[in-house]
C-alpha cells in the first residue's frame, strides 16, 4: 500500500465486522468502523485501537440515507475511502415466514440489510469510480443462495434481503465493468459464526468468518474475478 489504505466497516462494533476491523487494521488499513449505538462503538474502539493499529468510530445507522451522509461528511477529512465492507445487519423475527410478516417487519429488515448498503454504496462509491480504485464487500449470508441452504424456507425478510444483496453486488460489478474499470465488488457468505446474531453454539469463530472478508480487501487485483458470490476464499453458486 502507497499510503495507508481506509477501509469503512459498517457493524464494525460488534461480531464479523468487528472481527474484519481488527484484521484490517493490524494488516495496515486506516479503519473507520461504524455501529447504531454509540457506546458500542466507543467500546469498540477503545479495544481495537492498540500500537500501529488505527481506528475510529462513528455511531451511524445505515438504514438512514441522512445518517449515512452525515457520516460521510465527518469522516470526509481522511480522504476517500478504499475499502467499503457492508457488514451491518440484522437477522428476522424467529417465525417470520412470507405469510406470518407484517410490513413493519420486512421495512426494518430491509431497511439495514439492503437499504443500509445502498446508502453507502452510494456514499462512497461514486469517489472509487472516479479515482478508478476500490473495493465493496457486501457480507451475505447463504440463506440468501437460490441455491443450498437458499432453499429451505422461514426468516423471509432475513433471507429475501440477502438474496437482494447479491443482486445488487453483480448488479453493481456489471455497471462497473466487472473490475476492468478499477472496482471489485463482491459479496461473500462468512458461515454460521459465533457473534449475537449466530448465537454461541455456531460452529465458526467470528474471525474465521471474517476471513474472506479480509482476503477480498487484501488480494491482488491482477486478474482477480469480481462480481462474484464467496465462500472460504472460493467462489459459490448464488
Ligand atoms: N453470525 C452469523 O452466523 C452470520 C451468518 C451469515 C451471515 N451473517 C451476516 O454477517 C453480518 C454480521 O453479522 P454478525 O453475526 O456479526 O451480527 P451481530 O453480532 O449481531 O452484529 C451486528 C452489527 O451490525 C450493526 N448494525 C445493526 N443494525 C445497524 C444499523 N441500522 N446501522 C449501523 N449498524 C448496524 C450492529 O451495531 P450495534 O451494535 O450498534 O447494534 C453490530 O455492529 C450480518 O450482515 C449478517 O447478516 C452472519
Not at 448488479?171 to 476492468?180: D, K, S, V
Request: charged share 25%; net charge neutral; hydrophobic share 40%.
Amino acid at each position: 500500500m502507497d499510503r495507508s489504505e481506509i477501509a469503512l466497516v459498517t457493524g464494525g462494533s460488534r461480531g464479523i465486522g468487528k472481527a474484519a476491523a481488527a484484521a484490517l487494521a493490524e494488516r495496515g488499513f486506516w479503519v473507520v468502523i461504524v455501529g447504531r449505538h454509540r457506546e458500542r462503538v466507543e467500546e469498540a474502539v477503545a479495544e481495537l485501537v492498540a500500537p500501529g493499529r488505527e481506528v475510529v468510530g462513528h455511531a451511524c445507522d445505515v438504514g438512514d440515507a441522512a445518517s449515512v451522509a452525515r457520516l460521510g461528511s465527518d469522516i470526509a477529512d481522511l480522504g476517500p475511502i478504499d475499502v467499503l465492507v457492508n457488514a451491518a445487519g440484522v437477522m428476522s423475527e424467529r417465525m417470520s415466514k412470507t405469510l406470518r410478516t407484517t410490513p413493519d417487519e420486512w421495512r426494518r429488515v430491509l431497511d439495514v440489510n439492503l437499504l443500509g448498503p445502498v446508502h453507502t454504496i452510494g456514499r462512497f462509491v461514486p469517489e472509487m469510480v472516479d479515482r478508478r480504485r476500490g473495493r465493496v464487500i457486501n457480507v451475505s449470508a447463504c440463506v440468501g443462495r437460490f441455491t443450498g441452504p437458499g432453499l429451505a424456507g422461514g426468516l423471509a425478510p432475513y433471507r429475501v434481503s440477502k438474496t437482494a444483496l447479491n443482486g445488487l453486488t453483480r448488479n453493481l460489478a456489471a455497471e462497473t465493468g466487472f473490475g476492468r474499470r478499477g472496482l471489485l465488488v463482491d459479496a461473500m457468505c462468512p458461515a454460521h459464526c459465533r457473534t449475537d446474531m449466530g448465537g454461541p453454539d455456531a460452529p465458526r469463530s467470528a474471525e474465521e468468518g471474517a476471513d474472506t472478508i479480509v482476503w477480498l480487501a487484501t488480494r491482488s487485483r491482477d486478474g482477480a474475478e469480481t462480481g462474484l458470490l464467496w465462500e472460504d476464499r472460493q467462489p459459490i453458486p448464488w
